[in-house]
C-alpha cells in the first residue's frame, strides 16, 4: 500500500491538519466527474469490501456513501443495527471482532455514541470512516459543506460562516467549526442559548443570540436540522416559537447587505429552521451539498485505501472503461 | 496470640501528634505501648521496620464490596483482602447492594462474610431508604444495632429534601452521620461527564458542577436545620469546597471526603473516550482539583476515601456512553497520595496520614485511626521511598478497572495488621 495521507482512519476533521482536509477537497474534485458519466463507475476500489454499519436510521448518508462505493467498484454489505445481531445484544467490541475475522478492508459506521468510531477504529486493522458518531462528529459532512462552500466562493479562508440552530447535540456542527477553523474561515453559531454548548467560544468561534445579527455578519448560513424531539427534553419551548425566533426566512435574507448563500446538512423541517421559499430559492446549495457528498466520500474512501491525491485523475480511469 | 514489636520504624500518629523514630508494642491484639528501646516480651515476634513508616491503618469510609449480588466483579472477602494490600485496615462498604443493604438481617450478612475473610476490618453502611428508593426510612435502630455505623442512599441521590431532613433528625438518636452522593438528578439527567470544553470537544452529554453544588448546599442546610451529622461524599468541585467551608465557620456539623482521582486527574482523561475515567462525579477541571487540594489542606475536606467501585472488564469495554461509572481504589491510594500530595507538596506525610486513617475514624466514630495503648491493633507498615508500576492484574481486588494502570508510585505497604495479626504482607523489598 503507498503513502496514507490521511491514516488509517477517517474519524473526525479535529485531528486533521489544514493540509489534509484540502487534499481529500482536491481529491473529491475529479470524482466529481464520474457521477456526470452515463457509465457512473471506475476500477478503483475493485475487489475491496465495505461493510456500512448503521446503528442509527440515515437514508442520505447510507445511500450517498453506498453510491460512492459502487462507483469506486467495492464490494459493499449493508448492515442495519435492527434485525442484525447487535439488536440481540451483541456489544461493539464483537460486532468489530467478526467483522475483521471476516476479513473486511473498510468499515463505514454510523452510530448513536459519541466516540464510537473510534472505539472500533482502535480495535480493528481495517480502515474506518466515521458516517457520525453521537454528538461528536460527521466528517465527510463537514467535508462536503466544505467543498459546496469552496465551489461557490472560489476560497475557504476568510469567509463568515454561521452555523444555524441546535449546536450543542450537532455532530455537523462540530465537524464544520473544525474543518472552517482549520482552512482559516471565520466561524460563527447561532441559535438558543439552551442549545449551544458550555465553552463554545473557547473553540474560537463568534455566538450570536439573534439570527438578524447573524445574516448581517455572514457571507453563509449552515443551518441544522432542529430535532423535533429537543421540544420535549425541555430545551424548546414550542417549533411555532422557534421558527418566529431563529427560522431562516426569505424576510430575514433580504436585510442581509450581501447575497448569503444557505447550506443544509438535511433532512431539512420545512416550516420549521428553514422556510421553504429559501430552501427552494436561490440562496440555497442545499442540493449541490448531495452533489458533492457522493464525490468528497469517493475521495475519502480512494485515499484511506491507499491511493494518492495527485493520482486520483488517473485512477478514475477514462470514462466508459470499467466494466463488470 | 503472639504480641509484636515493630522496631525502629518512623512512627507518625497524627492522632498524639507523634513523629519520630520509636518502637510499638502490640498485645492481645491491643496497643500496648509506644517509645523508644521498648522492652520485647516473651515469645514475641519482632518486625524490623527501619527506614519504613509505622502508622495507624488506613480506614476507607467509602467503598463498593459488591456483595450480595455482583460476586463477580468483588465480594467481601476480595475487597478486604484488596483493602488489607492497601494499607487499610477497616473498609466501610455501601448499601447499594443487591439485594439492598436496609434491614439488621443484610448489615449482619456482611458482618459475617467480613470475619471469615479476616483481613481489613469491614463496617457496613446502611441504606438511608428502603431499597434505597428514597421514599421510607430504614429502621436506623436494628441497622446500628447489626453493626452500621453510618446511613446513605449512595448510588441513588436522596432526592426528597424532607427525606433528607428526616434521615438528618432522626439520625441523631444514634449518633450516625447521614453520608450523601450529592447529585440533583435532573442537571446531571443522562451526563456523562463533566461539562466543560472537553464534553463539548468530545460530543459526550455534560454534567455541570451545579448538579453537586445545589445538593451540598441543600444538604449543608438542613444539617443546620435538624443539627446531624451530614458527610459529603466524594467532593468534586471548587464551589463546593467553598460552601462547606463557610458551613464549618458557622459550626454545621459536617464531614466530607474526597478521592485520590479527584485530587489527581481532571477530565482531560476522558480525552480518546476513556472509560477507566468515567465515574461519577465526574473528574472536573483544574482548578476544581487545586481547590480540593486546598480544601484537604486546610481541613475543609476531612477525609479522603477511595470510592472503590469495581466492574467487570468487559462493562467497561464499551462505549462510553454504555459504560459504567466508577473505578477502584483500595490498592493505588496510598501510592497516589505519597506521589502527587506529599512529593507534590501538597501534603505532610503525617497530614495524608491523618486523611486517610485518624479522620476518617474521627468522622464515622470507629475504633483505630490512631496508636494509642488500648486501642486496637490496627497498624500498616509502609516504605515511602519504595517505587512500584500499577499493575492492575497483580490486583487483589476482583476487577480491574482503573486509569492509572502503568503508573510508576512512590510508596508501597510493607505490611498490614489488625488486631495485632498479619493480614497482608507486601513482597520483600
Request: charged share 25%.
Amino acid at each position: 500500500m503507498t503513502e496514507r495521507f490521511l491514516g488509517k482512519d477517517l474519524l473526525g476533521l479535529e485531528p486533521l491538519t489544514a493540509d489534509q482536509i484540502r487534499f481529500i477537497l482536491d481529491t473529491a474534485e475529479p470524482f466529481k466527474e464520474v457521477s456526470e458519466r452515463t457509465i457512473k463507475k471506475v476500477p478503483t476500489l475493485r475487489g475491496k469490501t465495505i461493510v456500512n454499519l448503521f446503528f442509527e436510521a440515515s437514508t442520505r448518508t447510507r445511500i450517498s456513501f453506498e453510491f460512492a462505493e459502487k462507483r469506486l467498484s467495492a464490494d459493499t454489505v449493508n448492515v442495519a443495527a435492527a434485525g442484525s445481531s447487535v439488536e440481540k445484544g451483541e456489544t461493539l467490541v464483537d460486532t468489530a471482532r467478526n467483522l475483521e475475522a471476516m476479513r473486511i478492508d473498510m468499515v463505514v459506521m454510523r452510530h448513536p455514541s459519541s466516540g464510537a468510531a473510534q472505539f472500533l477504529a482502535d480495535r480493528i486493522r481495517s480502515n474506518v470512516v466515521n458516517a457520525g458518531d453521537g454528538t461528536h462528529e460527521h466528517p465527510t459532512q463537514g467535508l462536503l459543506d466544505l467543498l459546496t462552500l469552496r465551489d461557490k466562493f472560489g476560497r475557504i479562508e476568510g469567509l463568515k460562516v454561521c452555523i444555524c440552530g441546535d449546536i450543542l447535540h450537532s455532530r455537523v456542527a462540530r465537524s464544520n467549526i473544525w474543518g472552517l477553523l482549520k482552512l482559516g474561515a471565520e466561524v460563527a453559531v447561532c441559535g438558543p442559548a439552551s442549545l449551544l454548548p458550555l465553552g463554545i467560544e473557547a473553540l474560537g468561534v463568534t455566538v450570536f443570540r439573534r439570527i438578524e445579527d447573524a445574516v448581517q455578519w455572514a457571507d453563509a448560513l449552515n443551518v441544522l436540522r432542529l430535532q423535533l424531539e429537543r421540544m420535549h427534553a425541555g430545551f424548546l419551548p414550542s417549533l411555532r416559537e422557534y421558527n418566529r425566533v431563529f427560522g431562516v426566512t426569505v424576510e430575514r435574507l433580504e436585510k442581509a447587505p450581501r447575497d448569503l448563500v444557505v447550506l443544509h446538512p438535511g433532512p431539512m423541517n420545512r416550516g420549521v429552521e428553514i422556510d421553504s421559499r429559501v430552501a427552494d430559492g436561490p440562496h440555497s446549495v442545499i442540493l449541490d451539498q448531495v452533489t458533492n457528498g457522493v464525490a468528497v466520500r469517493m475521495a475519502v474512501l480512494y485515499l484511506l485505501a491507499g491511493g494518492r491525491p495527485e493520482m486520483a485523475e488517473a485512477a478514475k480511469g477514462r470514462a466508459g472503461e470499467a466494466s463488470e | 496470640m503472639k504480641p509484636v514489636v515493630i522496631r525502629g520504624g518512623r512512627v507518625i500518629d497524627p492522632s498524639q501528634g507523634h513523629d519520630a523514630v520509636a518502637d510499638l508494642l502490640m498485645a492481645d491484639g491491643r496497643i500496648a505501648g509506644l517509645g523508644q528501646g521498648l522492652g520485647v516480651p516473651d515469645g514475641a515476634e519482632i518486625v524490623d521496620a527501619r527506614g519504613k513508616v509505622v502508622a495507624p491503618g488506613l480506614i476507607d469510609l467509602h467503598v463498593h464490596l459488591r456483595e450480595p449480588g455482583r460476586e463477580d466483579v468483588e465480594t467481601v472477602a476480595t475487597g478486604a483482602r484488596a483493602a488489607a494490600a492497601g494499607g487499610f485496615t477497616a473498609v466501610c462498604p455501601m448499601p447499594n447492594t443487591d439485594p439492598v443493604t436496609d434491614n439488621q438481617a443484610a448489615v449482619g450478612f456482611i458482618v459475617k462474610q467480613a470475619q471469615a475473610a479476616g483481613a481489613a476490618r469491614v463496617y457496613p453502611i446502611a441504606a438511608i431508604s428502603l431499597g434505597q428508593k428514597g421514599q421510607q426510612l430504614a429502621e436506623f435502630g436494628e441497622l446500628v444495632g447489626a453493626g452500621a455505623v453510618a446511613v446513605s442512599d449512595d448510588g441513588h441521590p436522596v432526592v426528597s429534601s424532607h427525606l433528607m431532613r428526616m434521615a438528618l433528625a432522626y439520625a441523631r438518636t444514634f449518633d450516625i452521620p447521614v453520608a450523601d452522593h450529592c447529585e440533583d438528578p435532573t442537571l446531571k439527567a443522562n451526563g456523562v461527564m463533566h461539562e466543560g470544553l472537553v464534553s463539548t470537544r468530545l460530543g459526550l452529554r455534560g454534567i455541570p458542577a451545579a448538579a453537586e453544588e445545589i445538593m451540598v448546599a441543600r444538604n449543608l442546610l438542613l444539617a443546620e436545620l435538624t443539627g446531624g451529622h451530614i458527610h459529603l461524599c466524594h467532593m468534586s468541585t471548587r464551589g463546593s469546597v467553598e460552601l462547606i467551608r463557610r458551613a464549618k465557620e458557622k459550626g454545621v456539623r459536617v464531614t466530607a471526603e474526597v478521592t485520590p482521582h479527584h485530587l489527581t486527574l481532571t477530565d482531560e482523561a476522558c480525552e480518546g473516550y476513556n472509560t477507566n475515567a468515567k465515574m461519577n462525579p465526574p473528574l472536573r477541571e483544574a482548578a476544581d482539583v487545586a481547590a480540593l487540594r486546598a480544601g484537604v489542606k486546610d481541613g475543609t475536606i476531612d477525609v479522603i476515601a477511595t470510592d472503590h467501585a469495581p466492574h467487570h472488564y468487559d462493562a467497561k469495554e464499551r462505549e462510553f456512553d454504555d459504560a459504567p461509572f466508577g473505578i477502584i481504589g483500595l490498592e493505588t491510594a496510598l501510592g497516589l497520595g505519597i506521589t502527587e500530595l506529599v512529593r507534590g507538596g501538597v501534603l505532610t506525610l503525617a497530614e495524608l496520614i491523618d486523611r486517610m486513617s485518624t479522620a476518617p475514624a474521627r468522622a464515622f466514630h470507629l475504633p483505630g485511626g490512631s496508636l494509642k495503648r488500648g486501642g486496637p491493633g490496627d497498624v500498616v507498615i509502609f516504605d515511602p521511598e519504595a517505587r512500584w508500576r500499577v499493575d492492575p492484574d497483580r490486583f487483589y481486588s476482583k476487577s480491574r478497572n482503573t486509569p492509572f494502570a502503568g503508573r510508576e508510585l512512590a510508596g508501597r505497604v510493607v505490611r498490614t495488621f489488625v488486631a495485632g495479626l498479619t493480614v497482608f504482607r507486601g513482597e520483600v523489598t
